[in-house]
């Protein structure tokens, strides 16, 4: 079966680390009662801290070059992702019917793309 | 199906068998090899093929069984040279290969056409590649026909095709009829993919050519094979019938000169009388549906068939299309369905009242058949200065080549202050 990632985009840059408002609450309740229901077809996922902990890695010149990092997103944006879940569905229809259900989706955006199946990554 | 065919009528019914053959034989060889890609180069070969051989050798008794035998033999030959296959297409080979899977009954066959169109049409396509699919997979033109047909060049829309192809597959959008739940508003999805061909045959909304023939009747010949398949749906009949109430007209809606011609100004001798009897037929059908609000399709074919059905702009029966447009607002409120019932009103009523209702809509200021129907109300209720106004800004807003001729010289027709009669050049 296709796997999919559902990827969580938000407004603004929000701290999941810190649960200090009675909507984040809400929200984490609703999250959690997600990760329930679609316990049978989440494969894997995790929630971000915001992107100003974010660190950009680039080799200058190539493989084997300078490394040089730089703190943070790359530029101001109107939203970021705080996180992903990876499904195993039977097609389109059916993740898009689990993606509904991501908070994310009732206030901002979720996006699913296909998983390419390269096997296991780490072999 | 790919050349013209005019010296040789044996060409043009064959190119014609072998396009009707098309939906049936593709759909079938994509539920067979799981590959939209795969079905449909293996189509297109063996479609070339065919039309070579059979222009010297006749047709075989039972071409569609030939098509479909012939493509999926087509189909193992091309994954085999690919070599690099999935286990589903490995798979596929198998029981293609194996040569015992049956030819699919015409039942099935339908099934198998309906699942392609919802696949073709599903919901998270843009509306643009829906459109691209359905001329290719459900009407069989070439990728060089689609791009012509919706003004693209021919490298562009292969491009976009192959990109259509590729999402299917890998985002896994399904080949199969939606669910009871699902499939009303489904089925709604692949009607306005339909009609939205169709309007852009009718009303181009670009380009020198104010109406593209093979647009209209492409989506015509796609509503029936839809009623065909999924016979029964009110929305489909409703559907049918409005394509060929307007498409009636179509001849009527050009002069000579190539320039457009308003509904009032229409030869009505011009109208096919048998698309309005087969318009007709269909919307008695509609209406025999029993339901307590009419489907938003059947009742813009009850308007359209009033106007057909009219002796003259005069003689309109407008108090039934205003009605018609009441029975409208009330399942389908959209500011367009507003300013043609207050085009209706400003007929059944006078120029004032119909003013006095497009005040009353929002959100159309700059759409310019807004523009021109207060251009041509002013006219008529003599306010001359405001409707010159009205003309200059209408042909300032985007439009084809002949409306904004047919602006400017309505534009000096007011000048003369000419009060002729006004209004919606299509009627609906």
Redesign the interface.
């Known amino acids: 079966m ?1 796997q ?1 990632a559902a990827l969580v985009y938000e407004p603004g840059d929000p701290d999941w680390s810190v649960i200090d408002s009675a909507e984040k609450e809400e929200i984490m309740g609703e999250y959690g009662a997600f990760g329930a229901t679609a316990r049978a077809v989440i494969r894997g996922g995790a929630a971000l801290y915001p992107a100003t902990t974010a660190t950009n890695v680039q080799v200058k010149g190539g493989k084997g070059g300078e490394v040089v990092t730089t703190d943070g997103p790359f530029a101001e944006t109107k939203e970021v992702l705080t996180g992903f879940y990876l499904m195993e ?5 059916e ?2 019917g689990w993606a509904a259900q991501i908070p994310a989706a009732w206030y901002n955006r979720v996006e ?1 793309r ?1 998983v ?1 199946d390269l096997g296991d990554p780490a072999s | 199906m790919t050349q013209p065919a005019e010296n040789n009528p044996g060409r043009a019914a064959l190119d014609r068998l072998v396009r009707d053959e098309w939906p049936r034989v593709l759909a079938s060889l994509v539920r067979s090899t799981g590959s939209f890609q795969l079905a449909e180069d293996a189509v297109q070969d063996t479609v070339v093929r065919a039309l070579d051989l059979w222009s010297n050798e006749g047709v075989p008794p039972e071409p569609r069984a030939w098509l479909i035998v012939a493509a999926r033999r087509r189909a193992v030959d091309l994954l085999r040279r690919e070599g690099k296959r999935t286990d589903k297409e490995r798979a596929s080979i198998d029981l293609l290969d194996r040569g015992d899977e049956p030819i699919p009954e015409t039942e099935e066959l339908g099934d198998d056409v309906l699942r392609l169109l919802f696949t073709c049409c599903h919901p998270t396509l843009a509306v643009e590649t829906q459109t691209a699919l359905a001329l290719r997979s459900l009407c069989g033109l070439t990728t060089a026909e689609v791009a012509r047909a919706l003004l693209m060049s021919e490298a562009a829309m292969a491009k976009r095709l192959v990109r259509a192809r590729q999402k299917i597959a890998v985002a896994g959008i399904p080949f199969r009829v939606p669910g009871p739940k699902e499939l009303p508003q489904r089925l709604q999805g692949v009607l306005s993919t339909i009609y939205l061909l169709f309007n852009e045959g009718y009303h181009a909304t670009a380009g020198e050519h104010p109406l593209r023939h093979q647009l209209t009747s492409e989506s015509i010949r796609l509503a029936a094979l839809v009623d065909e398949v999924l016979p029964g749906e009110v929305a489909v009949i409703g559907l049918r019938s409005l394509l060929y109430l307007q498409d009636a007209r179509s001849t009527a809606r050009l002069d000579a000169e190539g320039e457009l011609v308003g509904l009032p100004d229409q030869d009505r001798s011009l109208w096919d009388l048998r698309e309005i009897r087969a318009g007709m037929s269909l919307l008695g059908v509609a209406l025999h549906h029993p339901s307590e609000f009419p489907h938003p399709y059947v009742a813009q074919a009850a308007i359209a068939a009033c106007h057909d059905i009219a002796p003259t702009w005069e003689a309109t029966n407008w108090a039934a299309i205003v009605s018609w447009y009441d029975a409208l607002v009330a399942v389908a409120d959209t500011p367009v369905v507003r300013l043609n019932r207050a085009i209706a009103i400003g007929e059944l009523e006078g120029p004032s009242a119909g003013l006095a209702e497009l005040e009353r809509i929002e959100h159309l200021t700059s759409y310019p058949p807004f523009v021109t129907a207060r251009a041509e109300l002013l006219a008529r209720a003599g306010r001359d200065a405001e409707a010159r106004a009205e003309f200059r800004a209408a042909i300032e807003l985007p439009g084809n080549d002949a409306t904004k001729r047919e602006l400017v010289r309505r534009l000096a027709e007011s000048v003369e202050s000419n009060p002729r009669t006004s209004a919606d050049p299509d009627g609906t």
């Not at chain 1, 569905?89 to 229809?93: E, I, N, S, T």
């Open positions: 296709p999919y569905c039977a097609d389109l229809d993740v898009i699913i296909p390419i």
